[in-house]
């Protein structure tokens, strides 16, 4: 325990109250469920192998991270972290250690734990231009970080049973931010620094649990703490979303609604753009749902591309865990691309050039090609990425005006 002194701990944050107490809660029919993405998007794959990937989170310019497991895998030990960035996907960690939970903002910047060995607790790593750092060394066990845009960094230490307190890492130091004695996790940070996360009373039967946030430094409680408030994400305008029995609430200007067809949703994320994306038990599998200008799309319909964790950018991308427990891969919603434009953005040019070496860089350095380079550079249709694709490529390459 003693290196738990080397940790800062400041003060207990003031409880202040909330500017406008909640009391309405609003639930409209809402318009059917539309099955599928929405017009114009479509799910592509990002891996398709038959281990497990885990714990997917993506940033705002397109760049994905989860944890692969071997299947089998004994002693839990064979998982690692891997990055899609544009067609290229990497592993970051290779040892005998399990490597999961991982986070990323927008400067590429992730985190991740990494299971100590001969024990059950773990330290928080980080991956900063193309070095690995471990951020703390104690026997307490770290558990699900979050990174802002800043590289400003939360994580729960877990202290024993029923108490965690969240800790926040910036710029090389250390400090305790929370001190409540209560089961603090689940943390969301955004881009301000403003960060959401879920306050557990385990020592009540039955638990209830609270969703916590801190706006511009002061700490507020976001639901009323009756319920099992859990799974919440939190925007940059401080938008915040979770689930309970209910179904998915969200707070925005101190009202809270729930969301409709959302009964028994589970685990929502929000963008910028107010997009949700949640998960939905439709009785033999689950299905990523995501509510988008006031519609709700069922992104899929079948047990085989079971939704197991999602993450959503600014831009109404989703990355998806998806398939049959244990064997998950990794999927991506994206707008529909016409051929050889794997940017998406209406012309074919050198930078969708880049993008196709990057497909074709993977399986060198030792990595399965992203499915989703099929998709785009398979212009011949043959299932490979070749020479005959790259002819065809060039006849698609818009001309220059100038
Ligand atoms: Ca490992
Ligand atoms: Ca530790
Ligand atoms: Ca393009
Ligand atoms: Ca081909």
């Given at each position: 325990m003693s290196k738990l002194a080397e940790v800062a701990v400041c003060a207990a944050l003031l409880l202040s109250a909330l500017p406008n107490t909640p009391t309405a809660r609003a639930e409209g029919p809402g318009p059917a469920i539309i099955q599928g993405p929405p017009p114009g998007w479509e799910i592509v794959k990002i891996t398709d192998d038959p281990e497990q990937d885990r714990r997917v989170a993506m940033n705002n310019v397109g760049q994905i991270v989860f944890s692969k497991r071997a299947i089998p895998n004994p002693g839990g030990t064979r998982e690692e972290?891997?990055?899609?960035?544009?067609?290229?996907?990497?592993?970051?960690?290779?040892?005998?250690?399990?490597?999961?939970?991982?986070?990323?903002?927008?400067?590429?910047?992730?985190?991740?734990?990494?299971?100590?060995?001969?024990?059950?607790?773990?330290?928080v790593m980080r991956y900063i231009d193309g070095m690995i750092e471990q951020l703390t060394d104690d026997l307490l066990d770290q558990f699900g970080p979050s990174i802002g845009?800043?590289?400003?960094?939360?994580?729960?230490?877990?202290?024993?049973?029923?108490?965690?307190e969240l800790f926040r890492y910036v710029e090389g130091k250390t400090t305790q931010i929370t001190s409540n004695g209560l089961s603090n996790q689940c943390v969301t940070i955004n881009a301000s620094g403003d960060y959401a996360w879920v306050r557990y009373e385990f020592n009540l039967s039955p638990w209830v649990s609270t969703i916590m946030c801190s706006i511009n430094g002061e700490v507020h409680e976001t639901s009323d703490g009756t319920t099992q408030a859990q799974g919440c994400g939190i925007n940059d305008a401080g938008t915040?979303?979770?689930?309970?029995?209910?179904?998915?609430?969200m707070r925005a200007n101190g009202m809270i609604s729930v969301l409709p067809n959302s009964f028994n949703g589970r685990g929502p994320r929000i963008n910028n753009a107010?997009?949700?994306?949640?998960?939905?038990?439709?009785?033999?599998?689950?299905?990523?749902?995501?509510?988008?200008?006031?519609?709700?799309?069922?992104?899929?319909?079948?047990?085989?591309?079971?939704?197991?964790?999602?993450?959503?950018?600014?831009?109404?991308?989703?990355?998806?865990?998806?398939?049959?427990?244990?064997?998950?891969?990794?999927?991506?919603?994206?707008?529909?691309?016409?051929?050889?434009?794997?940017?998406?953005?209406?012309?074919?040019?050198?930078?969708?050039?880049?993008?196709?070496?990057?497909?074709m860089s993977n399986v060198e350095c030792g990595v399965q090609m992203p499915p989703v380079c099929l998709n785009v550079f398979d212009l011949d249709l043959d299932g490979d990425i070749d020479f005959r694709d790259f002819a065809l490529f060039q006849r698609l390459v818009t001309p220059a005006i100038n």
């Open positions: 972290i891997y990055l899609y960035d544009n067609g290229k996907l990497r592993k970051l960690t290779d040892d005998i250690l399990a490597d999961q939970s991982p986070d990323i903002n927008d400067a590429g910047v992730i985190v991740w734990i990494k299971k100590e060995p001969g024990t059950n607790e773990h330290e845009n800043d590289g400003t960094i939360i994580w729960p230490t877990r202290f024993e049973f029923g108490w965690a915040t979303v979770w689930h309970d029995d209910a179904g998915v609430l107010g997009d949700v994306l949640y998960g939905l038990s439709l009785g033999d599998f689950g299905s990523g749902m995501l509510f988008k200008d006031g519609q709700t799309y069922q992104l899929i319909n079948s047990p085989e591309q079971a939704a197991a964790g999602f993450d959503l950018s600014d831009s109404g991308e989703a990355a998806l865990g998806m398939g049959v427990f244990p064997e998950i891969d990794i999927a991506l919603l994206w707008r529909i691309r016409d051929p050889g434009d794997f940017t998406g953005d209406g012309i074919v040019d050198r930078f969708d050039f880049e993008s196709m070496q990057n497909c």
